[in-house]
Nanobody
Framework: QVQLAESGGGSVQSGGSLTLSCRYT?????MAWFRQAPGKEREGVAT???????NYADSVKGRFSISQDTAKNELYLQMNSLEPEDTAMYYC???????????????????WGQGTQVTVSS
């Protein structure tokens, strides 16, 4: 059973930084972060493959960085220069076993954690 547990959310002012963490039970080829703001659809933020390749949504490029510690089974999202538009619930997820791609699209990820709230004030 896939288990994902996010942590690290909080409230910061515009321009601030936060680091989100996600503990997972089984590593698969692709891990990802998504977010969902009130009244909006869930959107992809960043993905990372087992080969270290990364992909980011245009809105976070240059500000966010995804990484993982495979020895600890932990995924991270370093968020810098936060903006009020980044306010959302952030979720980690993973591509099912046997898939070797990392699309930044919700349909590709069937399992989700409970999420961690990030609030950025102006």
């Amino acid at each position: 059973q896939v288990q994902l547990a996010e942590s690290g959310g909080g409230s910061v002012q515009s321009g601030g930084s936060l680091t989100l963490s996600c503990r997972y039970t089984t590593r698969t080829y692709c891990m990802a972060w998504f977010r969902q703001a009130p009244g909006k659809e869930r959107e992809g933020v960043a993905t990372i493959g087992s080969d270290g390749s990364t992909n980011y949504a245009d809105s976070v490029k240059g500000r966010f960085s995804i990484s993982q510690d495979t020895a600890k089974n932990e995924l991270y999202l370093q968020m810098n220069s936060l903006e009020p538009e980044d306010t959302a619930m952030y979720y980690c997820t993973q591509r099912p076993l046997f898939f070797r791609d990392c699309p930044l699209a919700q349909y590709a990820y069937p399992s989700w954690g409970q999420g961690t709230q990030v609030t950025v004030s102006s």
